[in-house]
């Protein structure tokens, strides 16, 4: 059976668990001796293109980056015929797709012949809620994933596709997750990627406050206001998500002590604040560091046998 990872939703518990703990384990082995993974990017990106090549080279495997200038999905030519021809030469693609349905559309064409994994899609962002996972069990449980139960973390700004992976693994993981957005942004029901559906021990909430939603919690995630595509609306999304900067006054309502989060780039002045991004409550980097480990665990999991 081929394994995939485009979401977080359709992957069990037990094998989530088995993500984390691979993620994590030291790199003695080599499970990609002499193998390729296809690395397909639509859209641009520093830290996962550098987490994903590094984790493929850890793990003794050859990484090829595949530019959408070079590819052209359903431009240049179809989605399944990329994949197809990826199939042939490959046994996992990881890509970056403006469109989450591509990832079914190849696994139709393919015959599920090539492993999928989701670096981005307007969907999900699974491997960046890994890391995020495996950077607040760090900081709060000594590395123990299970430890988090009972933490209780804030969301606050525009509720995007990172919005949604992290807010599945936390409340999976029995995390108290608030999502503080205004109208227009927050999180809405449905999907593939629906933290209200995939439940879990864990509680979420929604409101339009970011006091109310920052509240004594632990950490404060933000994520920049103007994503990729985007563009067009800087000015409007400005001032209807002004009231949710992360800035030094907002932080005064969590708990002492609280973590600061950011999947970055951040757009400094924006979403947050320089003061608090570079403050020692930041986490940023250490999430960094983890976009690698979570690749290692994700590709470890892809390549046991079943």
Same mark, same amino acid.
């Given at each position: 059976?081929?394994?995939?990872?485009?979401?977080?939703?359709?992957?069990?518990?037990?094998?989530?668990?088995?993500?984390?703990?691979?993620?994590?384990?030291?790199?003695?082995?080599?499970?990609?001796?002499?193998?390729?993974?296809?690395?397909?990017?639509?859209?641009?990106?520093?830290?996962?293109?550098?987490?994903?090549?590094?984790?493929?080279?850890?793990?003794?495997?050859?990484?090829?980056?595949?530019?959408?200038?070079?590819?052209?999905?359903?431009?240049?030519?179809?989605?399944?015929?990329?994949?197809?021809?990826?199939?042939?030469?490959?046994?996992?693609?990881?890509?970056?797709?403006?469109?989450?349905?591509?990832?079914?559309?190849?696994?139709?064409?393919?015959?599920?012949?090539?492993?999928?994994?989701?670096?981005?899609?307007?969907?999900?962002?699974?491997?960046?809620?890994?890391?995020?996972? =495996? #950077?607040?069990?760090?900081?709060?449980?000594? /590395?123990? &994933? %299970? @430890?988090?139960?009972? $933490? !209780?973390?804030?969301?606050?700004?525009?509720?995007?596709?990172?919005?949604?992976?992290?807010?599945?693994?936390?409340?999976?993981?029995?995390?108290?997750?608030?999502?503080?957005?205004?109208?227009?942004?927050? =999180? #809405?029901?449905?999907?593939?990627?629906?933290? /209200?559906? &995939? %439940? @879990?021990?864990?509680? $979420? !909430?929604?409101?339009?406050?970011?006091?109310?939603?920052?509240?004594?919690?632990?950490?404060?995630?933000?994520?920049?206001?103007?994503?990729?595509?985007?563009?067009?609306?800087?000015?409007?999304?400005?001032?209807?998500?002004?009231?949710?900067?992360?800035?030094?006054?907002?932080?005064?309502?969590?708990?002492?002590?609280?973590?600061?989060?950011?999947?970055?780039?951040?757009?400094?002045?924006?979403?947050?604040?320089?003061?608090?991004?570079?403050?020692?409550?930041?986490?940023?980097?250490?999430?960094?560091?983890?976009?690698?480990?979570?690749?290692?665990?994700?590709?470890?999991?892809?390549?046991?046998?079943?």
């Amino acid at each position: 059976m081929t394994r995939h990872f485009t979401t977080l939703a359709e992957v069990s518990d037990a094998d989530l668990a088995r993500i984390y703990h691979l993620a994590l384990a030291p790199v003695q082995d080599t499970p990609l001796a002499r193998q390729g993974v296809a690395l397909v990017f639509e859209r641009p990106s520093l830290r996962t293109r550098a987490a994903s090549a590094s984790a493929v080279n850890d793990l003794g495997g050859v990484a090829t980056f595949f530019s959408d200038e070079e590819i052209g999905l359903d431009s240049r030519e179809s989605a399944e015929d990329v994949g197809r021809t990826l199939a042939q030469m490959f046994d996992i693609c990881a890509a970056r797709i403006r469109h989450h349905g591509v990832f079914a559309r190849i696994r139709a064409a393919t015959g599920d012949q090539m492993s999928l994994i989701n670096l981005l899609s307007d969907v999900a962002h699974p491997t960046q809620a890994v890391a995020d996972v =495996l #950077t607040l069990a760090e900081r709060f449980a000594g /590395g123990d &994933v %299970g @430890g988090l139960t009972g $933490l !209780r973390v804030a969301y606050v700004g525009d509720a995007t596709n990172v919005t949604r992976s992290l807010a599945v693994a936390l409340v999976r993981l029995g995390v108290e997750v608030t999502v503080g957005a205004p109208s227009g942004y927050q =999180l #809405t029901p449905g999907g593939l990627e629906d933290p /209200g559906v &995939v %439940g @879990g021990p864990g509680t $979420l !909430r929604l409101t339009d406050s970011a006091t109310d939603a920052v509240d004594g919690v632990d950490a404060v995630y933000t994520d920049a206001w103007v994503s990729m595509g985007f563009e067009e609306e800087t000015a409007q999304r400005r001032l209807d998500l002004a009231n949710f900067r992360v800035t030094n006054e907002l932080m005064a309502c969590a708990r002492p002590g609280a973590a600061v989060m950011h999947c970055l780039p951040a757009h400094r002045g924006d979403e947050i604040t320089d003061d608090v991004l570079d403050s020692t409550a930041s986490l940023v980097w250490r999430q960094v560091y983890h976009r690698r480990t979570a690749m290692r665990g994700v590709l470890r999991w892809m390549k046991e046998e079943i």
